[in-house]
């Protein structure tokens, strides 16, 4: 691969304020246009002092020191003995150098003072981290991140003075393969039919800023499938006839995280339909259901499934909610329903604009679905009182 000028580039070189927020969806050219830039003027300038900082060391072994180092090589630049692989930082003939670091090591963010600060995915890191970094750098500070939803760069950094901001998307990148571009394109399609897909291309192809703000489910990714050494923890069924689906989800343990995996999401289906319909997706084993629907699970044990009913204490919705939250949850990408649901269920909006630790009771079908089976799997009961969290990001 060869490197070249893109548009991305172009628009961060003419920056010219001391802090530099370069907001923009996937693929855009960001992370590659800036270390061209930070490369070029470690080579320039001779004892320049670069910091490039993320959430956290495997994330940049992945991303930008990753980025670096191919830049590095294949432009013909790379020397092996300037590259200190333990400390992460090459150092160039000139006395110049580039350093990587993650901002959750705390002698690091108050250690060191530099020149230039490049934060790559800055929307993962807290701010009171970028405080630290930022009063300890003495020249520009490069922000980049993906506008998932709002965070302190848009209400403590972005209209400041001395601030840049710039928008960048995947057409600014001419560099950029056409099968991924195809790739990227063809999730416009799926927008048409889904909010999930429609708010994914907002902020990773138009790099917009998204609106998850309120949503109580953030914290959650796509995966194809479910790998084989998932295990499965139970189904939970909401049930459902003329105006609300039924939904049949399954649940997974995967490492410290789960799986949910839609299955059946349908309107007009009568118990014993619903039954052939979980037979033909091998729903068995232990299967939660709504107990307000006696006569459901009734119908739904004679056709030999183990339907337990759940239960509904009090509270139980933001309780069930609450240990959900605490997982990060793979949801299997022919879950149309459920991540349409993920995307909007949202707390109540009170007068003044905050929010209410009261969900709002609609896109909540397969999510009861899963909250049923994930209150008796996971859950703990004892430990676990407390008010809801609004939902938040991390990754
Ligand atoms: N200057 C360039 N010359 C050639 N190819 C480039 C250039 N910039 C980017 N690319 C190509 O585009 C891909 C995406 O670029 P990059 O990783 O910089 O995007 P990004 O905006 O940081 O995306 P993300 O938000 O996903 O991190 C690179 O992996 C590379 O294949
Ligand atoms: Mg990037």
């Given at each position: 691969m060869s490197y070249r000028q893109t548009t991305a580039l172009k628009k961060i070189r003419s920056l010219k304020n001391r802090i530099k927020v370069i907001q923009g969806g996937s693929s855009a050219g960001k992370t590659i246009a800036i270390l061209i830039l930070l490369i070029d003027r470690c080579i320039k300038e001779p004892g320049l002092e670069v910091s490039v900082v993320s959430e956290s060391i495997p994330h940049l072994r992945r991303g930008a020191l990753r980025d670096f180092l191919k830049i590095m090589k294949e432009t013909g630049r790379?020397?092996?003995?300037?590259?200190?692989k333990t400390l992460l930082r090459y150092e160039f003939s000139n006395g110049s150098y580039m350093e990587f670091f993650s901002a959750d090591v705390e002698e690091k963010l108050r250690g060191g003072r530099r020149q230039v600060l490049y934060i790559n995915?800055?929307?993962?890191?807290q701010y009171e981290s970028y405080l630290q970094l930022a009063i300890r750098t003495s020249n520009e500070i490069y922000l980049d991140y993906n506008p998932s939803t709002k965070f302190w760069v848009n209400s403590e950094?972005?209209?400041?003075?001395d601030t840049d901001f710039i928008v960048l998307t995947?057409?600014?990148?001419?560099?950029?393969p056409d099968d991924v571009i195809s790739m990227l394109e063809s999730n416009r399609e799926r927008a048409k039919t889904s909010s999930y897909w429609e708010n994914w291309c907002k902020v990773y192809l138009d790099g917009e800023t998204g609106n998850?703000?309120?949503?109580?489910?953030?914290d959650y990714e796509i995966i194809d499938t479910i790998p084989e050494d998932a295990r499965l923890l139970g189904w939970g069924i909401d049930f459902g006839f003329s105006h609300d689906p039924a939904a049949v989800i399954g649940l997974y343990k995967y490492n410290d995280d789960i799986i949910a995996d839609e299955v059946i999401y349908r309107t007009g289906l009568i118990n014993s339909e619903l039954a052939s319909l979980m037979k033909q997706y091998d729903v068995s084993g232990e299967v939660f259901a709504d107990s307000a629907e006696p006569k459901s699970i009734q119908e739904l044990r004679r056709f030999g499934f183990q339907i337990k009913a759940v239960e509904k204490g009090r509270d139980s919705v933001n309780y069930g909610i609450q240990i959900l939250q605490q997982k990060h949850i793979l949801v299997t990408r022919r879950s149309n329903n459920l991540l349409d649901e993920l995307s909007k269920y949202s707390w109540k909006k009170n007068r003044d604009g905050g929010y209410e630790k009261?969900?709002?009771?609609?896109?909540?079908h397969a999510i009861d679905g899963l909250r049923y089976v994930a209150m008796m799997?996971?859950?703990?009961?004892?430990e676990n009182r407390g008010v809801p969290q609004v939902g938040f990001i991390k990754r």
């Open positions: 790379y020397i092996g003995q300037n590259y200190n995915e800055c929307n993962s890191i950094v972005i209209g400041q003075k995947y057409r600014d990148n001419e560099g950029l998850i703000e309120g949503t109580i489910f953030s009261t969900p709002v009771d609609s896109n909540n799997k996971l859950g703990a009961r004892k």
